[in-house]
Each structure stands twice: as structure tokens, then as C-alpha cells.
């Protein structure tokens, strides 16, 4: 299943992202999509979500088991993703600065919930 997702991914999917890298992300998916300017504000945070290290070591390893799959698939699209990126050029990287400074002001004039996307 694993060969097969990744196969999907590499044949069927036009662009990919994850959420720890939203940013990267959504620059990525506008330039392949020819998607026009994003701005967001995070919305439903679970800030009440229990950190890694408070949990047991029993329990993490736990969860790794029953996710090694979707960890290797997770290692695979971090890998694509960063591949992706770096053939877009080195404009990539100044465009996610101004994103993130176009965002950032966004957030401050709309503060959280309240934006677009």
C-alpha cells in the first residue's frame, strides 16, 4: 500500500504540501496553480493538545508502531515537497519571505479567525 501511495502521489497529484511547512506550501500551490495572493489566520488550534515529551515513552513508541507507515509516507512527501521547492529557483524563497510579511500583517489587522482561506 505504501509503493502505491507513493505512486499516486507521484503521478496524480499536481502539487503537495504539509502542514508544519503551510507556508511553503501555499506559495507552491499558488505558483502551480496560478492561484492568486492567500492570506490566512489559523483558525480551531487545539492548544489544549498534550506535547510530545508529557507523554510516555510506552505511548510514543506505541503510536510509531501503528504509524510507521504513515511516517515513511509523511518522510517521502517531505522529501518530494523539497525537491519541488528547490526546482522553483531561488525567487521561491524571497516570495515566502514577503508572504509571510503580507501574512503576518493580515493576522495583525484581522487577528485570529477572521481572515480568508
Known amino acids: 500500500m505504501l509503493e502505491e501511495a507513493k505512486i499516486n502521489i507521484r503521478n496524480y497529484f499536481s502539487v503537495i504540501g504539509l502542514t508544519e511547512r503551510f507556508d511553503e506550501s501555499l506559495v507552491l500551490m ?3 496553480l496560478g492561484w492568486r495572493q492567500l492570506l490566512y489566520s489559523q483558525r480551531l488550534v487545539n492548544k489544549a493538545r498534550p506535547k510530545k515529551e508529557s507523554l510516555s515513552s510506552d505511548t510514543v513508541n506505541l ?3 501503528h504509524n ?3 511516517m ?3 518522510e517521502y512527501v517531505s522529501r518530494l515537497l523539497d525537491d519541488l521547492i528547490s526546482d522553483q529557483g531561488r525567487d521561491f524563497q524571497d516570495e515566502l519571505k514577503s508572504f509571510r510579511v503580507l501574512n503576518e500583517r ?3 489587522r484581522y487577528g485570529h479567525g477572521n481572515g480568508s482561506l
Open 68 to 70: 510507521a507507515l504513515d
Open 72 to 74: 515513511q509516507l509523511y
Open 106 to 108: 493580515h493576522t495583525r
Open 63 to 65: 503510536i510509531a508502531k
Open 30 to 32: 499558488r505558483r502551480t
